[in-house]
């Protein structure tokens, strides 16, 4: 069947279905759904997502065209509107699962001119602040927040364990950021 005359039948089915009957939607559901399997394991092959990935796509489209069948515009083609709403269901997958499109920063330097240099603090007012830590708190603040060395490292260095390391940073920030609004205040 060409890609016409399924859209026509998906349309007229569909249009039949927005108005009660049930048997067009169950014609339109059974029709629709290996081309949705198929569009999902498409995009699912592209992008490197395992293949199981695109049944539960499949499965969210089903419901979002079940949900939002009245946006649906009668006067227009049907498969575009299948077809976003396939492309947007697999990219809501895509970020629920932790998948991001890496773009070099360098690739923008030009549009994004150079970086504005305001720190808000002095260095004068930064020591000030860090001298009233406790010595490990102010050293595990000078290795990760200011020298830019990972937990692990710093773990390493100050011979304590890297969720210790953790606990003491997060007290250390809350401890100045107390200290900046008093300072501040």
Request: with cysteine; charged share 30%.
């Amino acid at each position: 069947m060409k890609i016409r005359d399924r859209d026509g039948e998906w349309s007229v089915w569909m249009r039949a279905a927005i108005e009660g009957d049930a048997e067009a939607y169950h014609r339109f559901l059974v029709s629709v759904t290996p081309c949705l399997r198929s569009m999902a394991c498409r995009r699912c092959r592209i992008v490197g997502v395992a293949g199981t990935e695109a049944e539960d796509i499949v499965q969210e489209v089903l419901l979002t065209i079940h949900l939002k069948r009245t946006t649906w515009d009668p006067s227009r083609p049907i498969r575009p509107w299948i077809a976003a709403i396939t492309r947007n269901k697999f990219v809501d997958a895509l970020r629920r699962r932790g998948r991001h499109v890496i773009v070099p920063i360098d690739d923008f330097l030009e549009i994004l001119g150079e970086e504005e240099k305001d720190d808000g603090l002095s260095a004068r007012e930064m020591d000030r602040l860090l001298s009233q830590l406790k010595t490990q708190q102010r050293a595990i603040v000078q290795s990760v927040s200011i020298e830019g060395n990972s937990i692990r490292d710093t773990a390493a260095q100050l011979k304590m364990s890297e969720g210790a390391v953790r606990v003491a940073l997060h007290r250390a920030l809350k401890m100045l950021a107390s200290l900046y609004r008093s300072h501040e205040a």
